[in-house]
């Protein structure tokens, strides 16, 4: 699986003149905090990533590609050294729906591999089967908002206007993402659905747990 960091990894390795030294100062830290960043053992932040960018001299376009998408605050979460991530309540809603608390986390998880260093990842149970067998009620579901999803694969839609203490959202495939809407559907709901948007936004999912 690739990393958020292997782009740096591969822009050091064809460019001898940029050196871990130098990214270090470029980003404001110590060239330890490189090390431990590159081995899976710090995060990058967004800002740091953009910093990676102008030093290393490739396009912008490879924060996309690595997961990269700049926060919203809605979805920001609290700082995270002690290597946990949040568990938000949800609920069931209408027609696939389901209703996320971003209020306060109602339990903290240890960090999975995959995820590692990703600030804003957030998890929730599945409180039904809307998209069984994929995932079941009593599932936990693990979500990354500044990454975005990907056309083929799994993905979290949250309302970007919804209520902190009831954030719509839909757990589902992502069939085709366009400037203008979502084109969706769920294992437990029949047909395909368009989502517009200006009103939703596609987060990254993990695999289940």
Not at 72 to 79: G, K, M, R, T
Not at 83 to 102: C, H, K, Q, V, Y
Request: proline fraction near 7%; aromatic fraction near 8%; charged fraction near 30%.
């Amino acid at each position: 699986m690739q990393r958020e960091v292997d782009w740096i990894i591969e822009a050091l390795e064809r460019n001898p003149a940029k050196t871990q030294t130098g990214l270090a100062e470029a980003l404001g830290i110590d060239k330890s905090g490189v090390s431990r960043m590159l081995k899976g053992r710090r995060r990058l932040k967004f800002d740091e990533a953009q910093r990676a960018v102008e030093y290393l001299g490739v396009s912008p376009a490879v924060l996309e590609r690595a997961g990269f998408e700049e926060p919203e605050e809605p979805f920001q979460s609290e700082p995270r050294d002690d290597g946990t991530a949040s568990l938000f309540a949800s609920a069931s809603g209408e027609n696939g729906l389901w209703l996320l608390d971003m209020q306060r986390p109602i339990e903290r998880r240890p960090q999975a591999p995959d995820f590692i260093g990703a600030d804003m990842t957030f998890g929730f149970y599945a409180p039904d089967d809307a998209m069984a067998p994929r995932f079941h009620t009593g599932e936990v579901v693990w979500a990354n908002p500044a990454r975005p999803a990907a056309a083929g694969h799994d993905a979290l839609l949250l309302a970007k206007d919804g209520p902190a203490g009831a954030t719509p959202a839909c757990l589902c495939v992502l069939e085709e993402k366009t400037a203008t809407h979502f084109r969706i559907s769920q294992y437990g709901v029949e047909g395909k659905r368009e989502m517009p948007t200006e009103k939703w936004r596609a987060a990254h999912v993990y695999g289940r747990e």
